[in-house]
């Protein structure tokens, strides 16, 4: 079993809104991760957990906050976006940080 | 800036065809190389992965890695309609370090 799962599948929210997305696993990885991605463009790396503790922060605004409460959940709470943030949001997850990782469905975020 | 290299396509094949995606990569200590495939407005979803070089096959797929000249392919044999998507070649150093994907190719396969 490879599921990653996130939720909510679609998203539309205003410049003002605070909203969260969240990614559950429950393989055991130790490793998780958030992606953007936009048309026609690869995945875009955000952030990775590793057992728990951030470990990359690939420069991404502070408008998007991540967090990690346990080993199997992951959320990025989303505040003050702008129209240019809305793309599909990707999380995945791996055994471990060396190890191949497996995508969830994706968040369709969009921002008026 | 370690970049992996795809022709971005549209690689347009006849139904039955082999398919032939290519990949090269510019970091010579990359450990790790991956295919996803990826259907209009869905997330990745894992191919193959190969770790040493030559050839590992899984169905109706081949991956081939040569790290001497930096290149990996995936050969996809008696193509269908339904291989129709972009096809992300993916590199990984060892340890705790990103994954770098390429921009993708995108494949017709035309019954």
């Known amino acids: 079993d490879t599921e990653v799962t996130q939720t909510p599948k679609h998203l539309v929210m205003g410049m003002t809104n605070k909203k969260s997305l969240k990614c559950e696993q429950h393989?055991?990885?130790?490793?998780m991760y958030w992606y953007k991605q936009k048309a026609k463009k690869p995945p875009e790396l955000m952030f990775v957990y590793s057992y728990e503790k951030l470990s990359i922060n690939e420069s991404v605004p502070s408008r998007f906050s991540p967090e990690c409460p346990n080993s199997s959940l992951l959320n990025l709470h989303l505040h003050a976006l702008q129209p240019e943030d809305s793309a599909l949001y990707l999380c995945a997850s791996s055994r471990t940080p060396q190890e191949t990782q497996y995508f969830g469905p994706g968040t369709r975020l969009l921002v008026l | 800036q370690k970049e992996v290299e795809q022709n971005s396509g549209p690689l347009s094949v006849p139904e039955g065809a082999i398919a032939s995606l290519n990949c090269t990569y510019s970091d010579r200590v990359s450990q790790s190389f991956f295919w996803y495939r990826q259907y209009s407005g869905k997330s990745p979803e894992l191919i193959m992965s190969?770790?040493?070089?030559g050839d590992k096959e899984d169905g109706r797929f081949t991956a081939q890695l040569n790290k001497a000249s930096q290149y990996v392919s995936l050969l996809i044999r008696d193509s269908q309609p339904s291989d129709s998507a972009t096809y992300l070649c993916a590199v990984k150093r060892s340890g705790n370090t990103p994954l770098v994907f390429g921009k993708g190719t995108r494949l017709s396969v035309i019954a």
């Open positions: 393989m055991g990885h130790r490793a």
């Open positions: 190969i770790y040493s070089n």
